[in-house]
């Protein structure tokens, strides 16, 4: 990833509140499927993988608002399939 699209992401994720910043990284960062990031924080799979959906809507919303280079086109925020 280019240098300025990863510091405006971990920008982006300061921002996120402790826990959710804590389940993105599971997802995104550390690549794990739904099934083991809901028994690592102890919540339902069906409403963390909303959860992860809705994060990853605002944090694109987001990054769309400091323009199109924010994210190197959002590739880590798109959708994994697990």
């Keep these: 990833m280019h240098a300025m699209g990863s510091d405006r992401l971990r920008a982006l994720l300061r921002d996120l509140a402790d826990d959710d910043r804590r389940l993105l990284e599971c997802r995104i960062v550390d690549g794990w499927p739904y099934g083991d990031i809901a028994a690592h924080l102890g919540v339902p799979r069906d409403a963390l993988a909303d959860r992860?959906?809705?994060?990853?809507?605002?944090?694109?919303?987001?990054?769309?608002?400091?323009g199109p280079r924010?994210?190197?086109?959002?590739?880590?925020?798109?959708r994994r399939q697990s």
Excluded at 53 to 58: A, F, H, K
Excluded at 70 to 78: I, K, N, R, V
């Design 52 to 66: 992860v959906r809705r994060l990853r809507t605002d944090l694109r919303r987001k990054a769309k608002a400091l």
């Design 70 to 78: 924010s994210l190197d086109g959002g590739a880590l925020l798109e």
